[in-house]
């Protein structure tokens, strides 16, 4: 028996409690709270459209009226994405609690898969590149915190809890615990970093699978 993938609205709720948890006051947050959290913050604009998008997709199987939601939310994105400047599009696979922290310069490729409590900020680019064995787009792990303008391309994968510094440039793994700086990025300060700690934390925490013969 396989952990229980959260629900696109379970997602969509720990992504706005992201935000809340950066203005003042504490949980528990009242609706008129998050409502009031959900306008103020644009880059919000676009992960709402996006958990919509993936929602109408895989959850919400209605003939014709599921199909007329994922047109919307469709068109929403790329509105957003041409006034905002974040590329994320419904085949991106992001666990809850995605976070912008500015909007402006954001390309994710479609085939990425982000794990839980990731952060991205301004600039950011994750894409394909690569050749060869390399080719391919990246996997980001849980509790990663991607800079302003960093880059990440090719079949990759970013450990969980890893800081992307600044204007780095990834090309290759980063392990668990790592910071990574630099065109090309090297790895520093492996396992110092403190979201790797967050990151275990909650591993240990999580029941373990188990299989049914």
Not at 34 to 59: G, H, M, S
Not at 179 to 192: D, E, L, N
Not at 204 to 210: D, H, L, Y
């Amino acid at each position: 028996m396989s952990e229980r993938r959260p629900s696109e609205l379970e997602c969509l709720r720990a992504d706005l409690e992201r935000y809340l948890e950066l203005r003042p006051g504490g949980p528990p947050w009242p609706w008129h709270r998050r409502l009031k959290c959900a306008i103020a913050e644009e880059a919000f604009w676009t992960i709402y459209w996006y958990r919509v998008a993936r929602w109408a997709t895989r959850e919400f199987r209605v003939p014709v009226l599921s199909h007329l939601v994922r047109i919307v939310a469709k068109l929403m994105l790329r509105v957003l994405r041409i006034t905002h400047g974040i590329g994320i599009v419904p085949s991106v696979e992001a666990g809850p609690g995605l976070y912008f922290g500015h909007f402006g310069g954001v390309w994710i490729n479609p085939n990425v898969k982000l794990g839980k409590q990731v952060s991205i900020l301004n600039g950011v680019t994750i894409g394909q590149g690569g050749q060869g064995a390399t080719a391919g787009v990246p996997t980001i792990g849980d509790f990663v915190y991607i800079g302003p303008h960093a880059v990440i391309v090719s079949k990759l994968k970013v450990g969980n809890g890893c800081v992307i510094a600044a204007n780095s440039l990834v090309v290759t793994d980063i392990p668990d615990g790592a910071t990574a700086i630099g065109v090309p990025a090297r790895v520093m300060m492996k396992g110092a970093n403190p979201l790797a700690a967050k990151a275990a934390e909650a591993t240990e925490t999580k029941p373990q699978a188990t299989s049914v013969a």
